[in-house]
């Protein structure tokens, strides 16, 4: 299930897309268009800038703004790093010890190719995809 902070993250990197054209976007103005309170939002801001996602600047004129083309982000980039995982289990994620049933483990598979669809589903959605045309 994706959490709250994933769905705004994704709002929110559309609504940058959608209404940078290149320059910064003041956060109130994120926050009131998307419905999310500002402390809330400064916290899924902060990811995605530690994140290499967007760029931030502080003070008059200040905001933020994406740092590649729409197009060169995919909605499972944003995700996995708002997310920490997209895995269906624990034993699948990145830094999971391995588990001790993984060689006779039946369903393993299963959850191996539910992992794998949801990946090529997500990555192959780009940001611009999203965005309202004109």
């Given amino acids: 299930m994706i959490s709250t902070r994933g769905r705004y993250a994704l709002r929110v990197m559309i609504d940058i897309a959608e209404n940078s054209r290149g320059c910064f976007i003041p956060l109130d103005g994120i926050a009131a268009r998307q419905n999310i309170s500002e402390k809330y939002l400064e916290r899924i801001l902060a990811v995605l800038t530690r994140g290499k ?20 982000y995919t909605v499972g980039d944003i995700l996995r790093l708002t997310e920490g995982t997209l895995s269906p289990v624990a034993c699948l994620k990145e830094d999971a010890r391995p588990c001790d049933r993984c060689e006779v483990c039946r369903t393993l598979p299963v959850w191996k190719g539910l992992r794998d669809v949801v990946d090529e589903y997500l990555d192959g959605v780009t940001l611009d995809t999203l965005l309202i045309s004109d």
């Fill in 53 to 72: 996602l967007l760029e931030g600047l502080r003070g008059k004129g200040g905001g933020y703004r994406l740092v590649r083309r729409p197009e060169d």
